[in-house]
Structures are given as C-alpha cells and as structure tokens.
C-alpha cells in the first residue's frame, strides 16, 4: 500500500524560500503512468492545485504560481520536492502531496476532483509569519 509523507519547515519568514518534500513508499515515483501533485488549502479557503511531476520526470505546473514554484525528485530517494520562493503570509496553508490515479486522464493535471487522486499524505502545516 502506498504512502506519502510530507515533510517542510513548518515556520518561515516572508520573502524566504520554503522546500518541502514528499517521501513516497509502497510504490516508485517512476511507475509507469503515474503522476504526483502538490496542492495547498489555506486557511478558510478552497484547496489550490500547485503543480505535478510525472513518472519520466515532466513538470507541472499552476500558472498562477509559476515564477515562483520549482519541482524536482530524487529518484534514489524516492521523493518529490517543491521549492516556492519569495513566500508571504498568503502562502500559509497546509500543504499535501498527493498521486494521482493511474486512469486520469493526464489533460486534466491540475484537477482538485478526489476521484482523480488515490492516495495523499497526511499534510503539513507551512506558516508564513515574521
């Protein structure tokens, strides 16, 4: 069975740079067709899809965060990084990593729709705060 841990600094400051990673175990983030998200819910607001990195290493990614959103892996490790820069108290949120169903479709990357995911960590809590 598959899990998802994220893991992040939880307290930065503003203007600072935040990394988080996702530790996967119980399947490869190189497995064929699968595809492996990062989405954010802030506080009181709706969850934000901010970018996916694909099984043969293809990035994508939220074109609203874009400039300042940076996604790697570590095959070796079997992880999945988000790096976002320049974070302000707007990007307070609990952030998850999250894979995405075999049979999503990939047009459909940056869906938020549950029956596109079937497995997510657990989450953690990133406060922007000086």
């Known amino acids: 069975q598959v899990h998802l841990q994220e893991s992040g600094p939880g307290l930065v400051k503003p203007s600072l740079t935040v990394f988080l990673t996702c530790t996967v175990s119980?399947?490869?983030?190189?497995?064929?067709?699968?595809?492996w998200s990062w989405i954010r819910q802030p506080p009181g607001k709706a969850m934000e899809w901010m970018g996916a990195?694909?099984?043969?290493?293809?990035?994508y990614y939220n074109p609203s965060l874009r400039s300042r959103t940076s996604l790697a892996r570590d095959t070796s490790k079997n992880q999945f990084m988000l790096q976002l820069d320049s974070v302000t108290p707007e990007d307070t949120a609990v952030y998850y990593c999250?894979?995405?169903?075999?049979?999503?479709?990939?047009?459909?990357?940056?869906?938020?729709?549950?029956?596109?995911?079937?497995?997510w960590g657990q989450g953690t809590q990133v406060t922007v705060s000086s």
């Open positions: 119980g399947d490869h983030i190189t497995s064929s067709n699968r595809y």
């Open positions: 990195i694909a099984y043969h290493g293809a990035t």
């Open positions: 999250a894979r995405r169903k075999e049979t999503a479709p990939v047009a459909g990357i940056f869906s938020l729709d549950p029956s596109d995911y079937d497995s």
